[in-house]
């Protein structure tokens, strides 16, 4: 079946501007992870998803980060303000949830803020 | 912060060779997980060991884990060229927050 799968691949904006970063995680699968990965790094945990609603935001930088995931499925990244140390790539991961702790990453978003 | 600290930071090995890589982390932990990455983009889950277990096998890839010394080992045995990527470990702490260390660089040289 289909993996996780994140749009858009590469975002290119400019300092100030607002961007958007979707993950479509695996069907039926109802954890959903956002992590940040700068060069030479480690994935940097985000938020987590169990169905709906955001079971640990503590890893947001600050408020000018913000993830929905209103159905349950899709989730989306908001960036507002954009800065240049936002600059990184974004990746998404899904788990069946709970018990199975196995996480499938989707390929990320390459975000440049210039 | 980053719980897990990977070392070596970079490993270069022959083809054939065996990789060991080890993962150290600071709090108690209910499983770690360890993934490997190509490329900078996504990661793929290799394998994972629960708190209660000391080593696991899958295929060419043994994980043990020292739960006293808060720190985990996985090996790669005859290793290939296609085996070239970061390899990262990743804590729970009680929660569903995975903290992922800072990551080994193999290269395998054929």
């Not at chain 1, 300092?15 to 992870?33: F, M, N, Q, W």
């Not at chain 1, 079971?55 to 995931?69: C, E, I, K, T, Y």
């Not at chain 1, 899709?74 to 954009?82: D, E, G, P, W």
């Amino acid at each position: 079946g289909a993996g996780v799968s994140q749009t858009p691949s590469n975002k290119v904006t400019e300092k100030g501007k607002y961007v958007e970063l979707r993950c479509d995680p695996i069907s039926g699968h109802t954890a959903l992870y956002w992590y940040r990965q700068s060069l030479g790094q480690g994935p940097e945990f985000l938020i987590y998803f169990q169905g709906t609603g955001a079971a640990d935001d503590s890893g947001l930088p600050n408020d000018r980060f913000f993830a929905v995931r209103p159905e349950g499925s899709v989730s989306t990244l908001k960036i507002q303000r954009t800065e240049r140390g936002d600059s990184a790539v974004y990746l998404c991961a899904s788990s069946l949830g709970r018990v199975i702790k196995e996480q499938f990453f989707g390929p990320g978003t390459r975000l440049t803020v210039l | 912060s980053q719980q897990g600290e990977e070392d070596p930071q970079a490993l270069s090995i022959q083809e054939g060779e065996n990789a060991t890589m080890n993962c150290s982390y600071k709090t108690s932990i209910n499983n770690l997980q360890w993934y490997r990455q190509n490329s900078g983009r996504g990661l793929v889950h290799l394998i994972l060991i629960r708190s209660n277990e000391r080593e696991k096998h899958s295929g060419r890839l043994r994980v043990t884990l020292d739960t006293s010394k808060k720190s985990s080992s996985l090996l790669i045995t005859a290793s290939r060229a296609a085996d070239t990527a970061s390899y990262f470990c990743a804590t729970d702490a009680g929660t569903y927050k995975y903290i992922f260390g800072t990551g080994t660089r193999l290269k395998v040289l054929a």
